[in-house]
């Protein structure tokens, strides 16, 4: 017989081993598989004045962020919850970027209260917020000292809720003088999954001029937004052309400009897979219909991040593949992993592997059809351990009153 190929990162000897040891479904991430991604990311831009930051809305596993936190990375945050989360992996306040959006008072109060400094904020309402709570912070001695770095974001089309228009400029540098503060940095985000490089490279000259109308412009914090190819054969962002023309362009300034850079999605959806169980097999016509014991809900949502994650198994590949539909373990007609799949025959007890599952997947599974959520499990060179625990079904009860 001839042999099967591994699947990448992980063989079928292994996934037994970890099923058997932490149950099924399960996220398995792998660690070196990170850390090479984190180095080649880093690697490929060379302007000396940049630091890098993990966007973790794509993932909050504390085990996790630990890594980016050795590589030197800081972190990026969308809600005080990632800021939360990334205090408690160890970051400094001062490593955290917030770049949000609609926070309430209370919430902004907290942000300043962590001790975060440099924020990006979306609207000239929210920036009257943070210095209002800025000064009041300032009249209660709670902000002896302290210091902001206030960030626009940039609002690149019409069509985009995100940002400050540059004509509202002059307008959100007076308000923040009034607080005794500068707006000393600009955000550019493209838009969330933008594999296209050229998305990115074509506008660096154009922002660099919409930045240069800050009169005490400091940063660029370039986002933000750059896609992985979760259909592998597809194009994929090409980092190390982005690196070269970026620093190319923030090196000819002739003036010190910090850069910072938010992977996310690029950075950790790679490394990491879900492994599940065949439950049931049917077959409709010559369509292979097979049930799994995970469910849609453990899976980035289509409808937000895209609805396609390759899926392989440790079968023969010399085997006849047959179109197939690998479905959840509810009766939810939308609960499909994947559909028009080409798998060959498969039999219960049989593991499948969900692949590039790193960003949005457990951050954005839910309790949707109550099933409670898997664990996650981090492969270290031959080593694994929990990194979260699996949940039973206590949790759809936690905070309910009867």
Not at 114 to 124: A, E, F
Not at 246 to 266: D, F, K, M, Q, Y
């Amino acid at each position: 017989m001839e042999k099967v190929p591994a699947i990448p990162n992980l063989e079928l000897e292994l996934a037994q081993e970890l099923l058997q040891v932490y149950g099924s479904p399960l996220y398995v991430y792998n660690g070196d598989i990170l850390r090479q991604t984190i180095a080649r990311i880093t690697k490929a831009i060379s302007y000396p004045q940049t630091k890098f930051h993990f966007a973790s809305v794509t993932n909050g596993n504390i085990a996790l962020l630990k890594i980016f936190k050795a590589a030197g990375w800081g972190l990026h945050a969308n809600t005080p919850g990632d800021i939360y989360l990334g205090l408690n992996a160890g970051f400094d306040p001062s490593d955290i970027v917030y770049s949000g959006s609609n926070l309430h008072r209370e919430e902004m109060a907290q942000v300043l209260d962590w001790g975060v400094t440099t924020l990006n904020l979306d609207s000239i309402s929210q920036l009257h917020l943070c210095c209002e709570v800025f000064l009041f912070r300032a009249k209660t001695q709670r902000s002896k000292g302290a210091k902001l770095n206030i960030g626009l974001r940039l609002n690149v089309s019409e069509d985009s809720r995100i940002g400050v228009s540059s004509v509202d400029f002059d307008e959100a540098v007076s308000i923040a003088s009034a607080a005794g503060l500068k707006v000393r940095g600009l955000h550019f985000y493209r838009g969330t999954g933008t594999n296209a490089t050229t998305a990115f490279t074509d506008v660096i000259d154009s922002v660099l001029e919409i930045a240069k109308k800050l009169p005490d412009w400091q940063y660029l914090d370039f986002g933000g937004g750059f896609g992985y190819p979760y259909h592998h054969n597809s194009a994929a962002f090409d980092w190390e052309i982005f690196g070269n023309e970026l620093s190319t362009r923030i090196g000819s300034l002739g003036r010190n400009i910090n850069l910072v850079i938010e992977p996310g999605r690029a950075a950790v959806a790679g490394c990491a897979t879900m492994l599940a169980k065949v439950v049931s097999v049917k077959w409709q016509g010559k369509k292979q219909v097979i049930g799994v014991d995970s469910t849609v809900a453990n899976i980035s949502i289509p409808a937000v991040h895209g609805g396609y994650r390759e899926i392989v198994t440790w079968k023969n590949p010399t085997s006849e593949k047959y179109l197939t539909d690998v479905c959840g373990n509810t009766t939810y007609s939308r609960d499909y992993l994947g559909k028009s799949c080409q798998l060959p025959a498969l039999e219960v007890g049989d593991i499948i592997n969900i692949l590039d599952v790193g960003a949005y997947g457990y951050a954005m599974s839910s309790h949707f059809l109550h099933r409670p959520k898997p664990a996650e499990v981090l492969l270290e060179n031959t080593t694994h351990r929990l990194i979260r625990k699996r949940e039973d079904y206590s949790v759809l009860l936690d905070n309910q009153i009867f």
